[in-house]
């Protein structure tokens, strides 16, 4: 899951980058609203985390501008100013939760959790396809009851199949889904070839009812078998 931390203190910044990297999360940052503004509307976020004072501009009118421009993504607003107005505004914005600071991080944890679960597993806990099934909060994936190991990568990438299946999936997407910032830079895909080749082979080697498809030129699809 990847998230987007739009906060100017530098300080609390780093601490929610650390907690949140340290919990699985592929994590970015935004210090002020104009680079918030040009990652949110770029990439996909599974939930951003918005300051509301910003220094150039006002973390609501972010909301507006996202849900303007038809790239509605999970929000929970961490704001310093505990006013009722701001948490009105920003919950009739399409914000998910408010999260008023200071905050334990323990708390931050848990309401992501929650937020993810109902807006992108429809209350779920479990993702579940055919006969596999993954627990994106306690990292744990099974094939028919019987545990499935698998890597960090691995279990993320199939995390992010797991949440598309039979959808096209572009290879670039994926790598900035799974692996964040500065993929886009890369030169080539061969870490991504390198995780899908282990991967489709435990799925095969566990008796997996499901299987990632290769579109030539593309990407992938993960598809029932
Ligand atoms: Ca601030």
Not at 182 to 192: L, S, W, Y
Request: aromatic share 8%; glycine share 6%; with cysteine.
């Amino acid at each position: 899951m990847k998230i987007l931390i739009i906060e100017d203190e530098a300080e609390l910044r780093e601490v929610l980058t650390r907690s949140l990297t340290a919990e699985r999360y592929v994590v970015e940052t935004a210090a002020t609203y104009r680079e918030a503004r040009s990652k949110a509307m770029i990439y996909h976020y599974d939930c951003l985390l918005l300051d509301i004072m910003l220094p150039d501009g006002n973390g609501l009118d972010l909301l507006r501008a996202l849900t303007e421009a038809g790239r509605r993504t999970n929000v929970i607003i961490l704001s310093a100013k505990d006013s009722i107005d701001d948490k009105v505004a920003g919950l009739d914005l399409g914000a998910d939760d408010y999260l008023p600071k200071p905050f334990h991080l323990a708390e931050l944890h848990a309401r992501l959790k929650s937020v993810l679960r109902r807006r992108t597993r429809n209350g779920e806990r479990l993702l579940q396809c055919g006969n596999v099934s993954l627990n994106p909060e306690t990292f744990q994936a099974e094939v028919e009851g019987r545990n499935l190991e698998l890597g960090r990568k691995e279990f993320d990438i199939l995390v992010y199949f797991m949440n598309r299946l039979n959808q096209l999936v572009e290879k670039q997407t994926l790598a900035e889904a799974v692996w964040g910032d500065h993929t886009d830079q890369a030169d080539n895909f061969d870490f991504i070839y390198a995780q899908i080749k282990n991967l489709r082979k435990r799925l095969k080697e566990a008796g997996a009812g499901i299987e990632i498809k290769t579109a030539y030129g593309f990407g992938y699809k993960l598809t029932l078998v």
